[in-house]
Each structure stands twice: as structure tokens, then as C-alpha cells.
């Protein structure tokens, strides 16, 4: 990912890049001539007003930390940390000195769910019933120290509380793991949001299929996005009779409207790194930048995520059905150790309990 944001701030308006960081020096040669530099300490001599973080998420913690320490904001890869606690450290460090700390979680600038995000807040959809999402696709080699619910689960996180505006208040999931790794390669979470929002993620690295799925369903049809594509398409529900009867069996009883939209598509990335930008220009955490404090909460909610799936053992065998007691589910608590914000007197501990099948 090293590459990809290398590539961005070397051509964007108002940023110079003076060095990078890698232990392998530039195997890719996306650098032009930028000094690689061995150690952070040496970046930092360079005066840098701040800093883009895409190491393994184990490191995110110690780099972060060196950079606070050091007064240099930074936009630090997702997920913010490898852990929780490291992520409050983090939040705290950035915060008490008053330094912008963002996390790139890059589907908040896709052009599809922006478009997304923008049309439920202006009600087009009316109540919001439920938020399915699916990311799938091939096993990522470059991928080591965390499993599938901390690289890529995290995105479906963030995304379904920023398109709805609200938070997970439950939540039960279930991983495996297949590739040989020490790490969870598929999970399938089903949840649901403060305002009673039904949640669902199926997230994996084991599909040779690439699929970047988020369907919103409410009260007047459905958005589906597609993040690979960048497109939005609403499905309304039925306002016209299907009197064909035999169509009746693949369609339903009536159609409503589709439409594509058609809007600006640019990268996400360099939404980004411009809304970045300016939020460190500005001195402050605005600028529609993900925060680091936003970035600890999908840190929780992934953390809730493994606990519900290491805690959930009720197993119920075939020809049980009618007589089976309710399975026996653990609840996931996350209780959110969050540092204040200035002004700001804390979160009340939010508990993610598991229902009962």
C-alpha cells in the first residue's frame, strides 16, 4: 500500500514528499528519487509536517507513537492498531498534543458510497431496515500479521456506521480458517445498530471471485453499491402489477423502478490523501477525514467480532430441531476505555451481547 500512497503524494498540490521509510528499500520503484531512509528517527530529521503510516498493523502502534511524540500528524493505514489498548494509546497521544491523526479507511471517499451516505441522509430511502455487505476475493500474500476480520472485515465496519450514522450495539460471528495461516481467513457476522438496524458481513479470502457488495434495504426499495466499480443503483419496491403470471414466478407480484446513477467518479485515494491535507493545513481533526478516535471504534467492533467467535460453542445436531433448548451463545461486551476528547465526557459502555437462536 507503501506504493500506492507514494504515488499520490509525489504529484499532490501543496505536499512535498521528502523521504520514505522501508527496511527493503524501493523494490518497486515508486519513489523517483525520494530518499529511503533506514529508521523513522532519520524521516524525522527532515523536519516532515506529517506522515503516512503503511506498515504491518503490529508496528502501527510503535511508529504512531514515535510520531506523536515527535508533534507529526499522521494518517496511519487501517486498522488504526493491531489491539484495543493500542489503538487508546494512540487516540490518546495524538489528542492531548493537539496533532491531526487519521486512518485510511478509503471506503468513506469511494464515490459510490459517498453518493450512498449523501441520499439516506436526505431520507430518499426513508427508515433503514437492514445493511448486508460482501467482500470476498483471493488470499493476499502481503498479509501476515492480522487475519480477515482486522484488514478487511474493519472497511464493512466503518463504512455500515458512516453511511447510517449509527453504532453496533450487538453482534454474533462466527470465523474458520483454511489457508494454513495462524490467522482467521473467512467470518460471517450478523449484528445490529443503535437504531435497531439488522446488520450482516460475509467477508473471506478464499473466493477466487472479487466482490465488493454493500446493500442498504429501508422502507421505500434498496441501494446496492458496488465498490469495485464505483456504482450505485436503487431498486424500488413494487409500484406496477406483473399480470404475466409465468414472470410473476421470477419477478414477483410487481416491479418497481431501477436506476443507475451516473456521478463523478474519482480515486478514493486521492480524496484522501486531499482531505488529509487540508484537515493538517487547518490544524484540527476536521476536514471529513476518518479520525483516530473513529478509527478505535471499528477497532473495538473487530475485537468484539473474534470474541463472539471464539466464545460461541453451541452446536446443534440434525434432527434436534423440535426439541432443542436455545443454544448456549457467549456474550461479546465491548466496554469503551476511549479517552476523552476535549469536551467531550466519554462513551457509555456498549454492550455487544449475542442473541439467543
Given at each position: 500500500?507503501g506504493?500506492?500512497?507514494?504515488?499520490?503524494?509525489s504529484?499532490?498540490d501543496?505536499?512535498?514528499?521528502v523521504?520514505?521509510?522501508?527496511?527493503?528499500?524501493?523494490?518497486?520503484?515508486?519513489?523517483?528519487?525520494?530518499?529511503?531512509?533506514?529508521?523513522?528517527?532519520?524521516?524525522?530529521?527532515?523536519?516532515?509536517?506529517?506522515?503516512?503510516?503503511?506498515?504491518p498493523?503490529a508496528?502501527?502502534?510503535?511508529?504512531?507513537?514515535?510520531?506523536?511524540?515527535?508533534?507529526?500528524?499522521?494518517?496511519?493505514?487501517k486498522?488504526?492498531?493491531?489491539?484495543?489498548?493500542?489503538?487508546?494509546?494512540?487516540?490518546?497521544?495524538?489528542?492531548?498534543?493537539?496533532?491531526?491523526?487519521?486512518?485510511?479507511?478509503?471506503?468513506r471517499?469511494?464515490?459510490?458510497?459517498?453518493?450512498?451516505?449523501?441520499r439516506?441522509?436526505?431520507?430518499?430511502?426513508?427508515?433503514?431496515?437492514?445493511?448486508?455487505?460482501?467482500?470476498q476475493?483471493?488470499?493476499?500474500?502481503?498479509?501476515?500479521?492480522?487475519?480477515?476480520?482486522?484488514?478487511?472485515?474493519?472497511?464493512?465496519?466503518?463504512?455500515?456506521?458512516?453511511?447510517?450514522?449509527?453504532?453496533?450495539?450487538?453482534?454474533?460471528?462466527?470465523?474458520?480458517?483454511?489457508?494454513?495461516?495462524?490467522?482467521?481467513?473467512?467470518?460471517?457476522?450478523?449484528?445490529?445498530?443503535?437504531?435497531?438496524?439488522?446488520?450482516?458481513?460475509?467477508?473471506?479470502?478464499?473466493?477466487?471471485?472479487?466482490?465488493?457488495?454493500?446493500?442498504?434495504?429501508?422502507?421505500?426499495?434498496c441501494?446496492?453499491?458496488?465498490t469495485?466499480?464505483?456504482?450505485l443503483t436503487?431498486?424500488?419496491?413494487?409500484?406496477?402489477?406483473?399480470?404475466?403470471?409465468?414472470?410473476?414466478a421470477?419477478?414477483?407480484?410487481?416491479?418497481?423502478d431501477?436506476?443507475?446513477y451516473?456521478?463523478?467518479?474519482?480515486?478514493?485515494?486521492?480524496?484522501?490523501?486531499?482531505r488529509?491535507?487540508?484537515?493538517?493545513?487547518?490544524?484540527?481533526?476536521?476536514?471529513?477525514?476518518?479520525?483516530?478516535?473513529?478509527?478505535?471504534?471499528?477497532?473495538?467492533?473487530?475485537?468484539?467480532?473474534?470474541?463472539?467467535?471464539r466464545?460461541?460453542?453451541?452446536?446443534?445436531?440434525?434432527g434436534?430441531?423440535?426439541?432443542a433448548?436455545?443454544?448456549?451463545?457467549?456474550?461479546?461486551?465491548?466496554?469503551?476505555?476511549?479517552?476523552?476528547?476535549?469536551?467531550?465526557?466519554?462513551?457509555?459502555p456498549?454492550?455487544?451481547?449475542?442473541?439467543?437462536?
Open positions: 500500500m506504493r500506492n500512497h507514494a504515488r499520490i503524494l504529484s499532490l501543496g505536499v512535498e514528499l523521504g520514505a521509510v522501508d527496511p527493503a528499500g524501493d523494490p518497486h520503484g515508486c519513489l523517483h528519487g525520494v530518499p529511503v531512509l533506514t529508521d523513522v528517527a532519520r524521516l524525522l530529521e527532515r523536519g516532515i509536517d506529517y506522515a503516512v503510516v503503511a506498515c498493523t508496528l502501527h502502534e510503535q511508529v504512531g507513537l514515535q510520531l506523536a511524540d515527535a508533534g507529526v500528524c499522521a494518517l496511519i493505514e486498522p488504526l492498531a493491531h489491539t484495543s489498548e493500542a489503538a487508546r494509546r494512540l487516540v490518546a497521544a495524538f489528542e492531548e498534543r493537539g496533532l491531526v491523526a487519521g486512518v485510511g479507511h478509503i471506503e471517499f469511494n464515490p459510490a458510497l459517498q453518493q450512498l451516505r449523501q439516506l441522509e436526505a431520507g430518499e430511502l426513508g427508515e433503514v431496515f437492514q445493511v448486508v455487505t460482501r467482500r476475493g483471493p488470499f493476499p500474500h502481503r498479509i501476515a500479521d492480522v487475519g480477515v476480520v482486522k484488514d478487511l472485515a474493519t472497511h464493512d465496519i466503518d463504512l455500515t456506521s458512516w453511511i447510517t450514522g449509527q453504532e453496533y450495539v450487538s453482534l454474533s460471528a462466527r470465523t474458520v480458517s483454511k489457508s494454513g495461516r495462524d490467522h482467521e481467513d473467512m467470518v460471517a457476522v450478523v449484528g445490529s445498530l443503535t437504531d435497531g438496524t439488522m446488520v450482516s458481513h460475509l467477508v473471506n479470502w478464499l473466493s477466487p471471485l472479487k466482490e465488493r457488495f454493500a446493500a442498504v434495504t429501508g422502507e421505500r426499495g441501494f446496492v453499491a458496488d469495485l466499480t464505483a456504482d436503487f431498486h424500488a419496491n413494487g409500484a406496477v402489477a406483473t399480470e404475466w403470471e409465468a414472470l410473476r421470477f419477478r414477483g407480484v410487481a416491479e418497481g431501477t436506476v443507475r451516473a456521478f463523478p467518479k474519482r480515486e478514493p485515494l486521492v480524496v484522501e490523501h486531499e488529509f491535507r487540508d484537515a493538517v493545513r487547518g490544524g484540527s481533526g476536521s476536514g471529513g477525514i476518518v479520525t483516530a478516535r473513529e478509527g478505535l471504534r471499528t477497532v473495538e467492533v473487530s475485537a468484539a467480532v473474534l470474541a463472539s467467535a466464545r460461541t460453542t453451541g452446536v446443534l445436531e440434525t434436534a430441531l423440535e426439541t433448548t436455545p443454544l448456549e451463545v457467549a456474550s461479546a461486551v465491548i466496554t469503551s476505555g476511549s479517552p476523552s476528547a476535549p469536551g467531550d465526557h466519554g462513551h457509555s456498549v454492550r455487544l451481547a449475542e442473541p439467543t437462536a
